[in-house]
């Protein structure tokens, strides 16, 4: 009985080692993973850009720094992928695996590429759908920042019916869960595993501990306990990278270390105040949770990123002196309630040599602290990411699709300097106009997944709104004035018809169809190619920004909800011809970056 089974199993192995063979040579993969044919087409439609910047002018020990905070940001990285999907970490080890015992076969290694554009185990298809590559639950609108059958009807009802906890669980950095007797076990488990974090979170023990098991009770956590060990790992490095730093440029030391203990405290006031206005040297970093882009059920959860910076002096110090003028820019934006602005923004000219999570992709400038709290105290800075803003690649993409959509009147205009000065001041439009509501909230809760979109739109529209005023103050002449202009048509294009939760395309779409309904464009009659009315830009941008400061101001959900079903529409006859017109160049729709610091 038992050689007989042991002689099934022997031949049992055998069979499956042979079928393992087959599988390797024609690289078929298991159930739940995309073969080659699914994966090409995206990765086809993908430009591969590796940032490569020159490090020469950075100090032994910046260069000892750069190291440290490499390692911290990859720590970074996976924490990101994690937040983004719960399976992220066995769904990529597992993948990896699958890339090895298929001897790198050239279907895993699409995946693996496919995951690395993707952040995690969910892709974008070339119809702007979200599915899974690898075998993972589906996407949830949540992500990984809420239970996983948690919807926005039974949490908007919880927070109602507990207004006592709706600050713990709307706030930027915690983890929604259920009360569930395993859930508040391990939370207080953890938080005995790291007294520090005990330390700085008054209150917590005592919370967790008064909390009764109850499936249908939500609670927070704040990030500092959800993802303690990760956390001190990375602190570790940011530590290190200010041990390196300390006497040659001690404010960024200070600044490395303040972000780190902000990382245990889950409050990033030391680190955002020691940060914006710090001299810095030859390096920068962003660091830590601010963008709540990913999380699609509220809007309101910041998940991790790290950009690691070279500053270009020249550059930055150039930029800094040309930009004056501010206050009269905020004073005469079309509304009454006027802020005092700070005379000098700190704007640095960049060039990227690593990104991790969040900010890894093709994110052109960055404006950071977010906190309107912050922002008002200390203020914010501008990072200009050049290498990517300029990259000739990516310009040459774009300019492809422009010139599909735009009469030949018009295609000269755009220009990738047009392209830094539009962006450059889309920044600096998150610097004005309205950052709280006639009451006094802050825009993200009054406007929850409205906020970013409308926020997004204000920026794109002050640049457009300033533009004139910068020709009048000599900043632009009169070419660059119609490029920063043509670069403003050329974000508003689609090349597909954005889903519900994508605030900067949706935002896009919005302006587009608002400067087709006041005539800032229009078709062609013969061709259907779109002609810019430069003489109505200045009215039309500045009705448009008029309408969005008056909705931020109110702060009233329904009313954003109103304006943005009555510009976001999408008609087949005239949207989707011009996307065909535009997919039919050719031109890459997604770009994959990586980065020589990284060895990728
Ligand atoms: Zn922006």
Not at 322 to 345: F, M, N, W
Request: net charge negative; hydrophobic share 40%; glycine share 6%.
């Amino acid at each position: 009985m038992n050689s007989m089974i042991k002689s099934k199993v022997t031949m049992r192995l055998a069979i499956a080692s042979c079928l393992f063979f087959a599988a390797n040579s024609l690289a078929e993969l298991p159930d739940g993973y995309w073969i080659q044919e699914q994966s090409q087409p995206i990765l086809d439609a993908t430009l591969r850009v590796t940032l490569d910047p020159d490090l020469s002018h950075l100090t032994g020990t910046e260069a000892k720094a750069v190291a440290e905070l490499i390692a911290a940001g990859r720590i970074i990285n996976s924490l990101y992928e994690t937040q983004l999907h719960g399976q992220s970490a066995a769904a990529k080890q597992a993948l990896l695996k699958l890339h090895e015992s298929t001897n790198r076969s050239r279907a895993t290694g699409n995946l693996l590429d496919l995951w690395h554009l993707s952040h995690g185990p969910i892709a974008t298809t070339l119809d702007n759908a979200r599915l899974a590559f690898v075998p993972v639950a589906a996407e949830r609108p949540g992500r990984n920042f809420y239970p996983s059958d948690l919807t926005r009807e039974e949490f908007d009802n919880y927070l109602q019916q507990n207004s006592d906890d709706a600050d713990l669980l709307l706030d930027l950095r915690s983890i929604v869960r259920r009360a569930s007797k395993e859930n508040l076990l391990a939370d207080i488990m953890r938080l005995g595993d790291f007294p520090a974090v005990d330390a700085l979170h008054l209150g917590l023990r005592e919370r967790l501990t008064a909390l009764k098991a109850d499936r249908d009770s939500l609670y927070a956590v704040p990030y500092a306990l959800a993802f303690a060990p990760e956390l001190r790992e990375a602190r570790l490095h940011l530590n290190a990278a200010a041990d390196h730093v300390q006497l040659e440029t001690p404010d960024f030391a200070a600044y490395l270390r303040n972000r780190a203990r902000d990382l245990l405290s889950s409050n990033y006031e030391s680190g955002d105040a020691s940060w914006v206005s710090g001299d810095f040297g030859g390096l920068n970093v962003a660091f830590g949770s601010y963008e709540t882009y990913d999380d699609k059920l509220r809007g309101i959860k910041a998940s991790y990123g790290v950009s690691l910076l070279a500053r270009d002096d020249e550059a930055s110090r150039a930029l800094e002196s040309a930009i004056t003028g501010l206050q009269a820019i905020e004073d005469s934006l079309p509304y009454e309630h006027h802020k005092t602005v700070r005379t000098k923004l700190p704007v640095g000219v960049y060039n990227i040599i690593a990104d991790f999570g969040q900010s890894r992709g093709g994110n052109t400038a960055t404006i950071l602290p977010n906190d309107a709290d912050h922002t008002r105290k200390y203020g914010r800075t501008i990072l200009l990411r050049y290498n990517i803003m300029m990259h000739p690649d990516i310009f040459e993409s774009r300019k492809k699709r422009f010139d599909a959509a735009v009469d030949a009147c018009c295609r000269d205009h755009l220009t990738s300097e047009g392209g830094f000065n539009r962006t450059l001041w889309h920044e600096i439009g998150h610097y004005l106009g309205v950052s709280r509501t006639a009451d006094g909230r802050d825009l993200g809760s009054a406007l929850a997944d409205y906020a970013d979109l409308l926020e997004e739109m204000k920026s794109d529209l002050v640049s457009l709104y300033a533009a004139p005023a910068l020709r009048a103050m000599d900043y632009h002449d009169d070419d660059a004035l119609r490029a920063h202009y043509a670069d403003g048509i050329r974000r508003t294009l689609q090349i597909t018809r954005p889903r519900p939760e994508q605030p900067y395309q949706n935002m896009q779409l919005m302006q587009f169809n608002y400067y087709l309904e006041r005539g800032l464009i229009a078709p062609d009659a013969a061709s259907g190619l779109l002609r810019v009315d430069y003489d109505q830009y200045h009215d039309v941008v500045t009705e448009l920004l008029q309408q969005v400061l008056q909705l931020q101001y109110a702060g009233d959900y329904d009313l954003a909800k109103q304006f943005v079903e009555r510009w976001n529409y999408w008609e087949e006859g005239l949207h989707g011809k011009l996307a065909e017109r535009m997919l039919a160049t050719n031109a890459t729709r997604y770009t994959l970056v990586r980065f020589k610091a990284l060895q990728e």
